[in-house]
T-cell receptor, first 113, second 114 residues
């Protein structure tokens, strides 16, 4: 079983609409959660991190973490065509050295005019 | 923003040959990583590297794999000998610190083993 599971696999959103992505971890050792975005032909780029319970907002992006259920979500407000990309949830354990990230399979977001 | 470069972007080699993938990390970063992504599958951590040493490696980091960063030059992943199952996109990443610091990823090297 994958340690980081994402849903849905794909999502179509009208321009200006809201996109909601979900991520659930099965490993209670994970303390750090990241959302990464990858455009075609590029490497993943970090959108935001969330380490504490509750909401974290950065511009049009809002992440929510519930540590009890190990559920993380990402909401994209006022979606733009440039938001069309593959979105990854990634997690790592709290540690005293830089750890490798565990990624989900990703959610492909398509924003249509 | 900070950029990680990877050379080459594509590499095609015959099974059993050696291949070296090169990564130019962000200039002031100290921690370096390799990830492997097979088409349609999740990106998986291979290894991380700090101060000239492997800090952590996954079960995917086979004995045929090695990493180094001689004299602060490229951070490299060497596979010798290659196998068909090594065909994948390999991503290099770097970060400035521990735990929750952002990892910056390169664009990847697509390796095809024939």
């Amino acid at each position: 079983q994958q340690k980081v599971q994402q849903s849905p696999e794909s999502l179509s959103v009208p321009e200006g609409g809201m996109a909601s992505l979900n991520c659930t971890s099965s490993d209670r050792n994970f303390q750090y959660f990241w959302w990464y975005r990858q455009h075609s032909g590029e490497g993943p780029k970090a959108l935001m991190s969330i380490f504490s319970d509750g909401d974290k907002k950065e511009g049009r992006f809002t992440a929510h973490l519930n540590k009890a259920s190990l559920h993380v979500s990402l909401h994209i407000r006022d979606s733009q065509p440039s938001d069309s990309a593959l979105y990854f949830c990634a997690a790592s354990e709290r540690s005293n050295y830089a750890q490798g990230l565990t990624f989900g399979l990703g959610t492909r977001v398509s924003v249509f005019p | 923003g900070p950029k990680v470069l990877q050379i080459p972007s594509h590499q095609i080699i015959d099974m059993g040959q050696m291949v070296t993938l090169n990564c130019d990390p962000v200039s002031n970063h100290l921690y370096f990583y390799w990830y492997k992504q097979i088409l349609g599958q999740q990106m998986e951590f291979l290894v991380n590297f700090y101060n000239g040493k492997v800090m952590e490696k996954s079960k995917l980091f086979k004995d045929q794999f090695s990493v180094e960063r001689p004299d602060g030059s490229y951070f490299t992943l060497k596979i010798q000998p290659t196998a068909l199952e090594d065909s994948a996109v390999y991503f290099c990443a770097s970060s400035s610190g521990l735990g929750g610091r952002e990892q910056y990823f390169g664009p990847g090297t697509r390796l095809t083993v024939l």
